[in-house]
């Protein structure tokens, strides 16, 4: 099979998947790019289906074949995940299909999800005045959905990344991230010093919950009128302690919260607060600076093995080797919590 | 001795090119991106060449006291104190993996340094989140 290649080798490669999938012919109309994160390339599309005309507004999730971590799910995964998720009520895409290796259709491994309306750049929810009517409730209902997707059932989803038995939760994903670090071989003081506190203070896991893995501002889909509409990318999901969705989501560097010179969505402790009311779990200020400590951590490794994804000569790529230069950034970040740290 | 522009004036040439004419005139909104992206990397670039060799050295310095180094003489090539810089944080790494910044005074004074070296990159990469 030839490799496809642009928004018209795209819809081409689509309408013979669907036609295979539905068992009758169907149209592609206007598949476009559109903005997605670096792990994959977005195609929005529309298409009429032989179940009684109706248009379904889709979006095909192509891979890139990156990873964030090595942990990251496989399509497969991903999509029983966001299939669990959209059964047990929570904002996500409806998951269409998923895309195998090696499809005759030609097209990439991936998915075909249901495309939520609404803005995905933080920047614009932040500032564009198109959200302004719905910004004021905005983290309460990001701090509400997330203790809604903590609460939604394990069962099901064995085959999610997990802690080994008799182990702190976080200790896995620690060897994880110090493989990364070990593989990259560059030193970096502070984020071995952040990794040997993390090692030492490692809290129980008070309840076991699906981790979205990477639940921010520039994941969530939000529609101008109705809000929230959407949690995307659940590619790093995995089963672990709640505090790693909600601290990532107030680390410093999506500017998503209230901080000093900085106006976000509203302070910290009304998401914090929303998600405990919701039925989430309230965090002492010790096991806070725990998770945000990881989550820095975490998100330092991960723009250190996106550079690497371009300095290792896999993926040439400008946006990637640019993720490098943020990391100082997060460890600027990590000294300040761990000056505060006993 | 290279003919005018300099190097870094060549840089700030390129970035306002690619910000003021190439980015705008953009229609297709994934590359205005890439632009911005490549306009900022060139950004990055001219805080980083002037004064390169004087933030090493400043580094390596803050880095030998606090390993208990004794340098004879300063690497001579600012490819040589790049060098040293990596190995003594190389160094560094090897100490606080063996635990010895646990706690205790030494590890105040790993932090001092650390935050002074760590300030250094963020004034280059990006001074606004200082």
Known sequence: ??????AEGVREALARFLEREVGAPVTVAACASVASGTMREAWAFDVVLPDGGQEHRLVYLEDRGGSLLPSRLLCDDEFRVLRAMHDAGLRVPRPYWRVGTEDPSGLRPGLVLARAEG???ARRVLRDPAFAAVRPRLLAELGEELARIHAAPIAGLERLPRARAHQPSVAAQLDELEGVLRAIGEPHPTLELALRWLRAG???????????????????????????????????AHVGDPGEDVLWFCIRFWRALDAPGWQGLGPRERFLDTYARAGGRRFDADTARYWEVFANFRWAIV????????????????????????????EWEILRLLDHAA | MQDRPTSLELLRAVREALEREVAPGLADARLRYRALIA?????????????????????????????????????GTLEALRQAVLDANRALCERIR????????????????????????LAVNNPSAL
Request: with cysteine.
């Open chain 1, 1 to 6: 099979m030839a490799l496809i290649a642009g």
């Open chain 1, 119 to 121: 803005e995905t750049v």
């Open chain 1, 202 to 236: 490692a809290p129980d896991c008070a309840r076991a919950v699906v981790v979205h893995g990477d639940y921010r501002l520039g994941n969530v889909v939000v529609h101008p009128e109705r809000g929230l509409a959407a949690v995307l990318d659940w590619e790093l």
């Open chain 1, 303 to 330: 723009t250190l093995g996106q550079a690497w994804r371009h300095l290792s000569g896999r993926e040439h790529d400008l946006e990637l080797a640019s993720i490098g230069r943020h990391c100082a950034e997060v």
């Open chain 2, 39 to 75: 306009a900022n990397v060139l950004r990055i670039l001219e805080r980083e060449l002037p004064g390169e060799d004087r933030r090493l050295t400043a580094e390596l310095t803050a880095l030998d006291a606090l390993l208990d180094r004794e340098r004879g003489r300063a690497p």
């Open chain 2, 98 to 121: 063996r635990g010895d910044a646990d706690a205790g005074p030494w590890r105040e004074r790993v932090l001092a340094c650390l935050r002074e070296a760590v300030a250094a990159a």
